[in-house]
């Protein structure tokens, strides 16, 4: 007997009518339709009663290995929410008719500001005072409530400076991209300014006393572009880096003025040491110092406390753990394969120092 299209359309209804209530017991043939199996088994709710209990007791763990038994809410820690929308404020504050909205001229571009940092700090100051009030637990004094305002206040005073250091930035990457049309093209497209901008805000919050805000404000910039900077690193002016993709600046590193870099590009530090109790040293100068008119190439990798010197140049790829001379090129002269016994700590690829022409 042939179905008509409707009645086959009910058959394949009725067939996922039944994979829906099919008892435990039944399992599901590849056509839908279900099949006794003849394995009653009695059918027990699931729950979350053991689940609760033992995240309960892995969050105790926690508290007390950790000292944050009085650890306090999302509402009690800075939002990363509220920082990506006060960032966004304060670069349009910077940046008022290329990232402000679109209404905006130069005859009302001062009031827009005025406005706009109202806002941005009063909210600024909200994130800060959930840092402090974080860290200092019942210890917060009227002072901690001074102090964030002293930390804002100062901020504020920086941003002119901030602006300046920025068109360097926007300049230097003008000027190194023969990609690049104008500086708006710079500022608007360019994903190493949106990390710098970051930056350059997070750096000086983290200088003056609000450093989980500042990292927080990293972070974001981190997630958005893949260019991952400390908000301690110390960064001069003209940084511009091309491309961006995969490049990690650690916390103690410095970087002089009209310094480059391509994508993938790591200035680390080495694996840290521990005392004889197992804990880990932190060295406080642990990240390389690159001075001035240096340029990194793609991949390149500088590891612990050691100083490029001023306008040399370092290939792409290149590994680099002990101080490079100024004006001296360093590549890779040659690459091999070896075979290692397990307990044999690898080889490091060997080098071509070169005084730069």
Known sequence: MLLSPFDTRKARLSAWKIWLVV?????????????????????????TSAAIAGLRAARQKWRVRHERNAEYGRHGFPARRSLD?????????????????????????DRFIEATLETALSQLA?????????????????????????????????????????????EAAYDGDPAARSVDEVLLCYPCLIAVVHHRIAHELFRLGAPLVARIIA?????RTGIDIHPGATIGRRFFIDHGTGVVIGETAIIGNNVR?????????????TDAHGAVQVDPARHPIIEDDVVIYA???????????????????????KDVPAYTTLTIASSRAETRAPDVEPS??????????
């Not at 435990?24 to 699931?46: F, I, K, N, Q, Y």
Request: proline content about 5%; aromatic content about 6%.
């Open 261 to 273: 870099l391509y994508q993938a590009v790591t200035l680390g530090a080495k694996s840290l040491s």
């Open 299 to 321: 991949g390149a990798t500088v590891l612990g406390r050691v100083t490029v010197g001023r306008g040399a140049v370092l290939g792409g790829n290149v590994w680099v753990t």
């Open 85 to 109: 929308r006060i960032v966004g404020q304060l670069a349009a504050a910077l940046f008022p008719l290329r990232l402000g909205p679109p209404e905006i001229t130069q005859a009302s571009e």
């Open 23 to 47: 008892p435990v017991g039944r399992h599901v043939l590849d056509s839908g339709m279900a099949e006794e199996t003849g394995d009653e088994r009695v059918h027990e709710p699931w729950s």
């Open 126 to 170: 909200a994130q800060i005072r959930l840092e402090v009030r974080y860290s200092r637990g019942p210890a917060w004094t009227i002072d901690d409530d001074c102090a964030v305002d002293d930390i804002v206040r100062r901020f504020a005073e920086r941003l002119p400076a901030i602006r300046e250091t920025l068109d360097s930035d926007v």
């Open 348 to 357: 490091i690829e060997e080098w071509r120092i070169s005084p730069t022409i």
């Open 219 to 223: 972070e974001i910039a981190h997630s």
